[in-house]
């Protein structure tokens, strides 16, 4: 192993791991603190944030208020929403936005100049803010990493992976990196911000990039920092079925806009199922489609309704990812299928992104803020990655006495190999699919524990890729195995109703299991 120390970063800068919105946003407003911006691939690249279509969900319309955008919010969170940071995070998103407009990035308006406003399913405003048609996410990637590249108190590190903390004292003192010529390097700093995004790729079906294997959750589990809500993963109802990976999705804006839900005989099977019929809430979408996927039968998406001249430029993303496919939206039935999207759970933190241990933070789809409850209202995502990425910045600029973390090189927490397994991807990819995925009970999670405890046993004990996805997958299905209810996205076959006993989140930390309530940290120790 060859460990290098870069020592200007050592006592005042801090590390920021992935640059999706979080990471590049929490880079920015560092400044002027030197910042080390730590990333899997290219700079923006290899992150969800890229390839986000239907926008930001922000109350600005003339009919729309903050409150009415936390009352959506928390009606889908089922109880989970912890009702301090959705008013934090409703309330600053106006401000929060305009500062995006103010580094350059182009949202679409109308004739009059107002912003052309979208709807997603669950919203009771047209609030979504998009770019570019679809291309939101392209369009806000594009404009914060020219704003990272301009920042002199920004150093990039492309094509290099975060493979585990390193713990000093109780403290987080910085992060080793595996580079991508197979060395090793360990940057020390008294603030280490994980920004790695979700988990999806480890999932069979599943529209994240190949990226989003949960590292930065494995590795703050493996320091002992606490983790939350790991068993809400949010199914997406509409992936274009196709042979592409990961699977091209087809935005929510298109139910928004009229677009229909219909079986292999043409019927609109929402009406039987939920009052909002097609924009319903996710989970109730999601199990609806993969409910008749169970019995062989086909769903469509049929944009015909809404196709008109400017459909190719509203959503030019769904028009390539269907000619690719050989679809045309204006007169086919666009097949498709659930695919995990997006993951509620992560590192438990508090409104700043602080851990609970000293000197991580977390933020964006990798963090547990507890926005978002049970199930994610569409388009707030990228909004919490924005406000929380700012306020981590802020609460890191708070605190930053640097205190004095010496020369010595530091050791990783695990044993460094990095070796590969082939397969193992496939495998876990499977199992989370079938047994921890739309629906679950009992039996398949003890199932899926057992084998993905085989697959870890295989692997013995130096750090690799396959090591985090293993983790992160036994986490999901521990949690999930623990909530016995079902409850937003997580739905148990063997448990179907939601049970008042359940309104907390499950945290673990190492060995420990325990439960919060929303609004609180203490943890309860469960027996
Ligand atoms: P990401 O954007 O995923 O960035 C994570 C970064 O970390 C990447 O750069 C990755 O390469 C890097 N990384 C990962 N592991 C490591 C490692 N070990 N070392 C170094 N770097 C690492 N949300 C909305 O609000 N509105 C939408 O319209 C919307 N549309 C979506 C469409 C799609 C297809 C998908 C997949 C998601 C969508 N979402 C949307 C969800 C939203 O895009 C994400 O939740 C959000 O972008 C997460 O931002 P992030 O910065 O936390 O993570
Ligand atoms: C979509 O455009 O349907 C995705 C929006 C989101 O996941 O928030």
Known sequence: MKNEIIDEFKE???????????????ALKLSPIPVLLVTKSGIGEGSSSYLAQGGVAVAVGADDSPELHSVDTESV?????????????????????????????????????????????AHSRRRILHAHGDRTGCELVRALRSAVRKSPHIKIIENNSAADLVKTDGRITGVILRKGDGGWLSL????????????????????????????GLAMAF????????????????????????????????????GALLVDDKGRRFMKDIHALLELAPRDVVARAIWDRGQDNSQVFLDCTPIWNAEFPSRFPTVMSNCSVAGLDPSRDLLP??????????GIFTDSDGRSSVPGLWACGEAAATLIHGANRLASNSLLEALI??????????DTCEGTSLGTEPQESLTALTGEVFPGIREKVAGIMWEKVGVLRSEESLRTALAELDELNEALGEGLSEEMNIITVGRLIARSALIRRESRGVHYRTDYTES?????????????????????????????
């Open 77 to 121: 969170g089922k109880g989970l929403s912890d009702d301090r940071i959705v008013r934090i995070i409703t309330e600053s998103a106006p401000e929060e936005v305009k500062w995006l407009a103010d580094i350059g990035v182009r949202f679409d308006r109308d004739e009059s100049g107002h912003y052309s406003l979208g709807k997603e399913g």
């Open 222 to 257: 493996r320091a002992g920092v606490r983790l939350a809500d790991m068993e809400f993963v949010q199914f997406h109802p509409t992936a274009l079925l196709s042979d592409q990976k990961p699977l091209p999705l087809l935005t929510e804006a298109l139910r928004g806009e």
């Open 499 to 527: 049970d008042p006993m359940w309104d907390k989140h499950i945290c673990l930390e190492g060995d420990v299991t325990g439960t919060v309530r929303s609004g609180s940290d203490s943890m309860e120790v469960m027996k």
């Open 188 to 215: 020390k700093s008294d603030n280490t911000v994980l920004a790695t995004g979700g988990i999806g790729s480890i999932y069979r079906q599943s529209t994240n990039p190949v990226e989003s294997t949960g590292d």
């Open 388 to 397: 929380v990425g700012g306020r981590v910045a802020g609460s890191i600029k």
């Open 336 to 345: 498709v299928v659930p695919a995990a999207h997006y993951h509620i759970g």
């Open 12 to 26: 005042t800068g801090a590390v920021v791991v992935g640059s999706g919105v979080a990471g590049m946003v929490t």
